[in-house]
């Protein structure tokens, strides 16, 4: 009897990934850290510890949605994706007209809702029920169409894109080219998976980087930028390639802020300067520029052991899907796999340097609650397949003994 219950007390715990919420608490607490440290050196900020409490009050929020859809078992997430998906199409709109005019003043994005001090962007809460949605999608269409063929093929493409328009559309009223990336990302990786075949996906793949370039050709020379002033690109999109081609060449006025990033990266060497160490003055370094403090104050290897905590969690995410075998799962946990790999990749990239400037945050490192909560949510989804996929596993044992 006492070796029962202990076999069932392991079998309760493994329900839980452990793994998983390590990544996350380490991610947590050196995102604690290093917005302390930006608090600490900005003469805006009045009250420093506000600041962090902020944080962990998000952090908490953030917690208690992911355990709150961490009990929804794949069937009711399947009946909430529609749900979830429409609900956030009427925050988009919304926004629209209830934006906060102060927000839209110093950022000219019509994205953000706001209660008192408090802002919120239901563009975040619309990347997991986009994720839901997508998943819903494709295992619909394979369900009803098991061999692939070049039509189905087509027609699921046409099926994802048509999901995908009105946040494009939404997005682009909002002028966030930014968050717009992150859902192109999520799209993109969850065709890779969809079992669209290669003979579609190739060309695809290619025109998207034959346009790419056509667009980086016709920015840098002057006929080219009066065609895409004429279809909408604006003069700070402009500022942000140029910046990112040619950083050293306006560190005073546009690329000041990528400068200085790369500056205070720099200065932290291998080691680092120590913590709460700021001689770089470095603009929004709380929220988008949140890498410049960790390698200012920890160097290469504390810039290292963010990298591999990245990794380490993208892992920890890859093998929960292998375990379960749950064909919706697997779209899901995509999804969430390229929301937070596009934001590692993109917030890192523009830090040092690499990528152009789009206010991408760090996930659960940068300052900012609902970035934090869209990525708690995928958080929840990802530890509710293990959850359910155990606690199955479990009954059936014992219907089985």
């Known amino acids: 009897m006492a070796e029962e219950s202990r ?36 003469s805006s900020v009045v009250n420093v510890t506000k600041q962090v409490v902020t944080q962990v009050m998000w952090f908490v929020i953030g917690t ?4 709150i859809i961490m009990q929804f078992d794949s069937e009711q997430l399947w009946r909430v994706a529609p749900i979830a998906y429409w609900f956030g199409i009427f925050l988009l709109v919304a926004v629209l007209v209830l934006y906060s005019r102060s927000m839209y003043a110093s950022t000219g994005a019509k994205s953000w809702f706001a209660v008192g001090s408090l802002t919120f962007q239901p563009s975040e809460i619309m990347k997991p029920a986009f994720i839901l949605m997508l998943g819903r999608v494709v295992t619909t269409h394979n369900t009803e169409y098991p061999a692939h063929t070049t039509p189905g093929d087509w027609q699921l493409i046409g099926k994802l894109v048509a999901y995908t328009i009105p946040l494009i559309i939404l997005l682009k009223l909002q002028n966030d080219f930014g968050t717009m990336l992150v859902f192109f990302a999520i799209l993109g990786g969850v065709i890779l998976v969809s079992g669209i075949s290669w ?20 920015v840098i020379t002057t006929s080219g930028r009066h065609i895409l002033e004429a279809v909408g690109f604006k003069a700070y999109q402009f500022a942000r390639i140029d910046t990112w081609l040619n950083p050293a060449t306006d560190t005073s006025n546009n690329a000041y802020q990528v400068w200085q990033s790369m500056k205070a990266i720099g200065s932290g060497q291998i080691t680092g300067r120590g913590f709460n160490v700021s001689h770089v003055t470095v603009p929004v370094r ?33 093998r929960v899907t292998f375990d379960t075998k749950n064909e919706f799962y697997a779209y899901i946990s ?5 929301m937070v790999l596009f934001h590692v990749f993109e917030n890192i990239g523009m830090s ?7 206010g991408i945050p760090l996930p659960f490192i940068s300052q900012g609650g609902s970035a934090l909560i869209a990525n708690m949510a995928g958080i929840g989804l990802i530890m509710s397949m293990r959850f359910h996929y155990k606690s199955y596993m479990f009954s059936r044992n014992d219907r089985f003994e």
């Open 334 to 338: 995509t999804g969430v796999i390229m």
């Open 7 to 42: 076999l069932r007390g392991q079998a309760e715990d493994s329900r839980i990934d452990w793994g998983i919420i390590f990544s996350i608490m380490m991610l947590g607490l050196i995102g604690l850290a290093s917005i302390y440290v930006a608090a600490s050196h900005d």
């Open 64 to 67: 208690t949605l992911a355990i």
């Open 286 to 318: 709380e929220s988008d520029m949140i890498f410049s403090v960790i390698g200012e104050n920890f160097g290469f290897i504390g810039c290292t052991i963010v990298v591999l905590l990245y990794f380490l969690l993208i892992y920890q995410m890859i």
């Open 352 to 358: 040092i340097g690499l990528l152009p400037m789009t």
């Open 199 to 218: 003979r579609l996906l190739a060309p695809a793949f290619a025109i998207v980087f034959a346009f790419a370039g056509s667009v980086l050709f016709l």
